[in-house]
Structure formats: C-alpha cells, structure tokens
T-cell receptor, first 114, second 115 residues
Framework: KQEVTQIPAALSVPEGENLVLNCSFT??????LQWFRQDPGKGLTSLLL?????REQTSGRLNASLDKSSGRSTLYIAASQPGDSATYLC?????????????FGEGTQLTVNP | KAGVTQTPRYLIKTRGQQVTLSCSPI?????VSWYQQTPGQGLQFLFE???????NKGNFPGRFSGRQFSNSRSEMNVSTLELGDSALYLC??????????????FGPGTRLLVL
C-alpha cells in the first residue's frame, strides 16, 4: 500500500527566503508525482507534474525534483512571497489492478510573513 | 474552457440522512475521481469512474456509492450519514484512466457538515 509523507508539517518563513518542502513515498512504482497547492477552504490547484521518467520540472519560482529510486521529491520555492502562503500537497499516481488513484501526503502548511 | 464544477458547495445534514453530491468534469474529460478530505485523515481516495463504469474504489464502507452518466457527469451518494462523514468532498477529472501524462483537475469541493 502506497504511503506518502511530507516534512515539515508546518513552516513559517520571512518574505524573500528560499525554501524546500519534502515528500517521500514507499512504493517507487509510480507513474507520476504531482505537487498541489490548497488555499483554506478551497480545492486543489496543480503546481507541477513530474513523470516517473523525469528528474525535475520548473514553473516560475517553483522547481520540483524527483528521485524515484529513493522515493523522494522536493519542491523548491525561490524568493517566497506572502501570496505563497497555503498548504502544499504532494501526491503520487499509481496504476492499480483496475483503474488508478492519487495518494496524498498530509501536506505542509506554509506561512510567508511580510 | 470551464473547470470542474461541484454542487452544492455547502451542505448541512443530520445523522441518518442521505446526501447526493454532483460533479461536472471539464469538457472532454471522461474520468472522474472522488476524494474525501478531513483534518484527521487528510485526502483519501473514494472512487474512480470512466465511461460510466467504476474502475477503482477506495477503502470506504458501502454507505458511500457513486455513479457516472453518459455525459461524464458524476454523482456520489452517502447514505445513513454519520458525524464522521463531515468533510470536504473533492472531485477531479482527467482525460482518461491511467492518463499518466495528465494531471487531474480538481473542483472547489462540497463541504458537508453532519450534525
């Protein structure tokens, strides 16, 4: 059974700081890994998707890496801004006997202070 | 292109009642998945539908059921509601099952409160 863990559970940083969020998963037979952002009371916004054959993906100030063999991914946020404050969720996509599913971590709650 | 829509957005029910939630996927998307989010358990997979067929099911009791219509719209039903069913229910759509190069697009969710 796939398990996804995110560290730290919460993070508070001053504006402008670079930061790293960590995600680990137990079953390396994944098809892709996604990072999502969730604002309070809202749905999920996809930030980055890394295919299992890829090592990293970049979008603006965000960079996500994937090491499938060790079951780890990191999300790097450069020059953080107060608008980055949200919960960041890591999810791995597994194909199962029939169908597929995303397995989520518990999330990292990020606060960027002005 | 319109995103994933979910109705209703908020719902208050009492224990023992049943509830039906609706999800309309992005136009052209044929796969719909449902997830439950609670503070204690996080985001958990409920079911996945494709072409009106349930393709995968999470570890939830039989009180949780769903279906998908020919236009890809999906509904989930929870019968005999319990206090622990209070949660944010999220629907996600993608082009197809196992679309590994595709992200899943999530709706805003339906927040259910059971009293």
């Amino acid at each position: 059974k796939q398990e996804v863990t995110q560290i730290p559970a919460a993070l508070s940083v001053p504006e402008g700081e670079n930061l790293v969020l960590n995600c680990s998963f137990t079953d390396s037979a994944i098809y892709n890994l996604q990072w999502f952002r969730q604002d309070p009371g809202k749905g999920l916004t996809s930030l980055l998707l890394i295919q299992s054959s890829q090592r990293e993906q970049t979008s603006g100030r965000l960079n996500a890496s994937l090491d499938k063999s060790s079951g780890r991914s990191t999300l790097y946020i450069a020059a953080s801004q107060p608008g980055d404050s949200a919960t960041y969720l890591c999810a791995v996509y597994n194909k199962e006997t029939s169908g597929s599913r995303l397995t989520f971590g518990e999330g990292t709650q990020l606060t960027v202070n002005p | 292109k319109a995103g994933v829509t979910q109705t209703p957005r908020y719902l208050i029910k009492t224990r023992g009642q049943q509830v039906t939630l609706s999800c309309s996927p992005i136009s052209g998307h044929r796969s719909v998945s449902w997830y439950q989010q609670t503070p204690g358990q996080g985001l958990q997979f409920l079911f996945e539908y494709f072409s009106e067929t349930q393709r995968n099911k999470g570890n939830f009791p039989g009180r949780f059921s769903g279906r998908q219509f020919s236009n890809s719209r999906s509904e989930m039903n929870v019968s005999t509601l319990e206090l622990g069913d209070s949660a944010l229910y999220l629907c996600a759509s993608s082009l197809a099952v196992g679309a590994t190069q595709e992200t899943q697009y999530f709706g805003p969710g339906t927040r259910l409160l059971v009293l």
